[in-house]
DNA sequence: CCTACCGATCGGTAGG
DNA sequence: CCTACCGATCGGTAGG
């Protein structure tokens, strides 16, 4: 344990995740790939079999990160609209604390062969899913309006949460928190002043 | 004005759209583009000049659309929440008029040389500071609530109608009226439920 | 992990 | 708009 250096498997997911997400899958090369690393474009294959492994591995990497922050809410015994403010924030912090597999996970899915390809079209299905019994569950309880559409509701939310893989900067001043915080405030309580002031 | 087919250039850039939107610029190469026209890798250069042309071509004319939606909007009188309904309305028109297009412009843009490249950054900054200036108007109108975090603000309302290029399928049983109408009113009423009941 | 290489394919051009 | 081609670069491999 006296060595502090990651494996070079993962030091090659890191470069393969920033190269990707900012050039693309397709425009990345694996001789650019090698020179971020400092070795040559034959030497890679000495610990990966193939590019398309890469970002399988990156892919399938984030999808379990979000897997791991979300699902393990679903038992949770919580109003729905606290759930819902929870749910965004660990939402958000995972697309935060990993801004290159998040691009990369949103940009490049489409270039996975069909097997990878339908695992992750599987994938969004099961969080799609999970936002509509929990926006579901709180229409039930009487928490969330009860003239919401499930599905467009869903889609509200889970565009507020996605899109920040565009715009957020880590290291800024808005902690995930922040940006969960004030996201979910907004979309709970509406962005119309209470009083229908009309001069 | 007896021939109904379209100049060749356009169905050169339509079918650019489509391809660059399925498989990703890079990884759509000229003969592949070519072939979907029933015409040689070659032949393309009688009508264009390179690849990258076409890339440029389709972003400056998804920008535009945008320009002319909106943009007209600015001057007009009109109650801020009103006015941000039917911004949202255009803005997701035209990601649902042209979702080829559009979905090239969310994804493709970094691939552009440096010039193009600054030009569609300082384009984004301009779409910014359009939803800024109207939800300041609306808080000082006090249509709005007074306690909105501006940028925030602008950044939700645009996660709703940007990410609607991942979802919305045309031809389905949604207009972009009608996601408008949902999501400006989930957005402006808020998702919580008016009365707090607590059992 | 490097050197040297493979066949395939890339964007683009010349000449017709 | 086609044929035939250019140099460059691609992902990946063999042998060390």
Do not use: C
Not at 118 to 145: H, M, N, P, S
């Amino acid at each position: 344990m006296t060595d502090t250096a990651k494996p070079r498997r993962e030091q090659i997911l890191d470069s393969a995740s920033r190269l990707f997400s900012e050039r693309g899958y397709h425009a990345t090369s694996m001789r650019d790939l090698a020179g971020d690393l400092g070795m040559q474009g034959g030497s890679l294959y000495a610990h990966i079999s193939s590019k398309e492994e890469l970002l399988i591995e990156i892919v399938n990497q984030a999808s379990r990160q979000f897997d791991e922050a979300l699902f393990t809410l679903r038992a949770e015994a919580m109003p729905a609209d606290q759930k819902l403010r929870e749910a965004m924030y660990r939402h958000i912090r995972v697309v935060a604390d990993n801004m290159d597999s998040a691009t990369v996970f949103f940009h490049e899915w489409k270039h996975l062969s069909p097997e990878a390809y339908a695992r992750v079209t599987g994938w969004r299905d099961t969080i799609d899913a999970f936002y509509r019994e929990l926006i579901t569950q709180g229409v039930q309880e009487g928490t969330l309006r009860a003239d919401l559409d499930i599905k467009m509701t869903a889609y509200l939310v889970l565009s507020a949460v996605n899109w920040a893989y565009t715009w957020y900067r880590p290291g800024g001043s808005l902690a995930p928190r922040d940006v969960a915080e004030q996201f979910a405030d907004m979309l709970l309580g509406g962005l119309r002043a209470p009083t229908g002031a009309q001069p």
